[in-house]
């Protein structure tokens, strides 16, 4: 069935809820919300943000939300990373990311080039930025990157719809070929 | 030893048998182990090939002895997400409620169990799945799922285990065990080893990948086979070196794998693919055939892909049937899509299974009649619920539709799969486009028949009609008669047995002109219902032995056992109850054998009745409670008729009248039992001696009185008995009320209509509260109270008394009762017109003691003891009554009723033995005295008294039944009632 079809499916699937994910010794724990296209939220601390858990409600609305608990520091990021989406049996994934986890994210997408469809990288929060500062807010497509980039500041107006609709742009993740 | 044998005390459902030995995964199954002690919800996850199917099995058979049941769920052949909670349901054999969704009914029958539920193959419906195992994780505390799923279902508290690659050695030793599979002389050698190590490391350790491998090694060695799987991969990868990415290892394989098979087997393994679950060989001649391939070419082209490892074969009771890997079917019906010849196939199969369905129709009717067709219905149902889906994707195909549900109602009935019958039925019957009428006809009358296996008696009747005149136009007699025999039924269900005549009588000569077989029976059972409902005994009788006669010439056991209850019922009515024990017993035994449960239940009911007749409340109880909570579970009502329901209604207030105190416990013993063991309990007994006891006349058992709403009346309360309480004619559910003490509040406040202080009540209710306490819990019960009624006013406060509003019309069954019974006696005293009459109909109020089974204070024993009182004393003056009008089987009826409440009430033991000497059965009052001997030396340590003695002597000489003055002598006007239990009625 189709995974974006949410008429069939009760309220339930929309709430949040707990779970994780053991690959050999290794448990990731992870917050799961929404429904459709998975798109992983990668936090650079665990700290409890607002910032952060208003972004991953307001994205549950039209993506299905999945935030891991990172352990810190990322040994092997990559590695985890893949084990991550074979445990829940994602092919491929979207991607918001701040900080390191948000540089280990494009450093996967190097490698994985497809299982990773779209990188959000957030930045700290900016002053104005300048009305001819190239990319913020802007897709990218920076040569040698086979995955859309976006990069935004946390702060930037309508923060979420321009996430949201980037995220959602093109076609739904293929399943393995 | 198999694996059911290895687990006696675990109950294992479904299980896939296994074929291959399982190879290896010890850590990996050590892991799961504890996993699935500690943790409610485990998926295993891992591409298609991985083995999470077969290393879920094999964890789940381990974890098997710490649950009391495994029920394994496959939803390979499943693609409906609507049907997951059904498929899961079929699973536990929960037939599905015509009320509530099927969630709910599957909440209920796994309840506190401890079960280990496994879902297999979910990933294409991981939102139903997730959806279906959060409720049930919630509500079913003792409950696990273990799930397999490409994808984690992401529910709360759910462990996604990812099933990891055989390692090195295990993998060199499955490709090793598979490949002598096919070449029993194969060896690892020094030779041979480093090539089978590289392909183990090519093909990522996924074992289905290592098994399509090893499948080849009859034609091609280790090395060859490793050379070509590079070359392959090379391709595949696009002539890179680098290792293919491991999600595209099995598919390689499995393309190698295909290029290696030739054109006839390349086409038939695509056309397998549109098979769901497993198919027989003679399916896959019918449907795969075309083409390069003959129908000869099928049984070579399977057997070959079996060898490939492609096709899988099981046998059942000696029977072949094949399967597809899930992952292997997914990629045969790619290919078959690129030939574009997907559609035809889809088609053909569709079309080859409604025509086996419409073969098998006759065979299933009446359900579980024929089992070996049963059986092979139900192997099918993966292909009928394909060839299902199938017709209804296009409004074209909905004349298939109905003739596909029409062929397979009768399966649905005996699976318990009602609300898939009639949804499918549903849709094909409001699409707007021209069907055959006979189609139409028939597909109505299958339709109407659901609804009545449903219980929902009320809708089915509105089909039945339409689809008479359709089939009295253009359909067979067959056809016709059944739609009549439908249309009794509905009429019967309602209660109209002098409706039913003519549609009935119609439908049994149609019948006669029939073939032999199981549909005259069918329609003689409805006769011969219609018969007794209309008072027809002997014709009744005479029909249910002609059905059975039909049903053992044609061995077919539910045509047997149906009948054969009906017969027990009616010589029950007769008070025959050592006939009915005879047949009841019969028709139960069949009934287990068939695992009939709707029979079963009919069964328990009947020798409940005949226990609770011959005085054996407890055993009565017991059976009733069982087939209560077997109709809980298979959520139908078992009744036939309006009639039974009341019947069964009697016998609960009989044995919780006589068993007292006991009976809750007796009661919940009694819901307890499995279903087998009440069967068991049922027949465990000797036939009661047949006339021992007489009952009453079918006629003497009337409708339980005054719950018809006369519509002044605002407020009922009917409190002899179990409480009940009705705001005009609508009971007040016992969600309203919160607790027991706002109801009690309310008896207590009708009984005192003048109104009580908050002490009064306090003092009642809660002896030992402090007065604060008192004040808090007497408000919330009066909060609660008023909030139940609904109206607040009713209950008001004058001059410090709490009172009932004096305006509110109340209809109290404890005052009409003690006004009315008081009243008739006296009349009776006096010899007045129709008194006696009147006290038989005041004695109704009387349904069971006063607050029965209400948690009531102490205040209300006083006042149940001296209700009870009255009652006995208005029933011996009611039999005294009967006695010397010569009403003897009444007066006889009467006693005894009166000794089913007070089994030591001497007087009516004489009174009894009177009545039965009166009607020239001195032996059986003989016997009532030896009884009654027997009773007082076991309670009570005694001896009868002298007045018993004195009339057992006058019995032995055989002189009372001349000595028709001898009434006076035990009857005597009844005593007035000793208490003034109310105060008088305000104005």
Redesign the interface.
Known sequence: MNSEQPSTISSTRYESARAAVRVGDVVTRYLRAGVGRPVLLLRGSQEPDLFWSGLAAGLAERVRVIVPELSEPFADFSGWLLAFLEGLGLHSVGVVAEDAAGLAAIAFALAEPDRIQQIVLLTVASSEPADNDPGFGEPLAPRGLAVPLLIVPRDAADLLGQVTRFLTAGPGPASPP | MTTAEAFPNTSLTGLPVQLTRFIGRKRELDDLAR?IRSTRLLTL???GGSGKTRLGSEAAVRAATGFSRLVWVDFGALED??LVPQQVAAAFKTPERAEGSVTDTLVQTIGEQSVLLILDNC??????C??LV??LLRTCSRLAVLAT????L?????????V?ALATAEAIQLFVERAQAVLPTFQLTPSNEPAVHEICRRLDGIPLAIELAAARVRVLSPEQIAERLSDAFRLLSGGSRTALPR??TL?GTMEWSFTLLNAREQALLGRLAVFAGSFSLAAAEAVCVGGPLEAEDILDGVSALVDKSLVIMETAKGEARYRLLETVRQYAEERLRETGELAVFRERHARFFITFAEHAELHLFGGAGNPSWLTGITEESGNLRAAAAWAEEDAGRTELALRLGTAIHWYWFAGGQFQEGRRRLEIALTRSVEIAPDVRGRALVAFGMIMFWQGDHAMMRPPIEEALPLLRAHGDPWAVAYTLTALATALLVEGDSMAARGPIEEAVAHARTLKPGIFLPFTLYWHGLAAQGRGEIEAARASFEEAIQIGRSLGNSPAIAHPMSLLGRLAFAQGRYGEAFINYAESLSIHLATADIWGMGRGLDGMAAIAVAVGRHDRGARLLAAAESLRGRIGMGTHVSPQDLIDRERLVASTRAALGGRFREVWSEGMALATRDAVALALADTPPETGEYRLPPAEAIEPVGHVVASPTIELRVRALGPLQIFRGAEPIDSAAWGSARPRELLVFLVMHLDGCTKEQVGLAFWPEASTAQLRNSFHVALHRLRKALGNPDWIGLVNERYRLDPSVRVEFDAIEFEREVTAACRALGKRGEGAGTALERALEWYRGDFLDGEPAGDWHVTYRDNFQRLYLEGMQALGTWQLEDDRLPKAADTFRRLLARDQLHEEAWRLLMVSHARMGERSQALKLHQRLTELLRDELDADPDEETSELYERLQRGRLSENRSVSSAVSRPPRSVSLPLFAPNPP
């Open positions: 996993l996850t891992g591409g997400p609507g990933e294409h419906l991981v939102d139903a997730a959806e959060e409720v799923s490409r994808e984690a992401g529910v709360p508290g759910e462990t996604a285990w990812l990891p999600h595209r598919r």
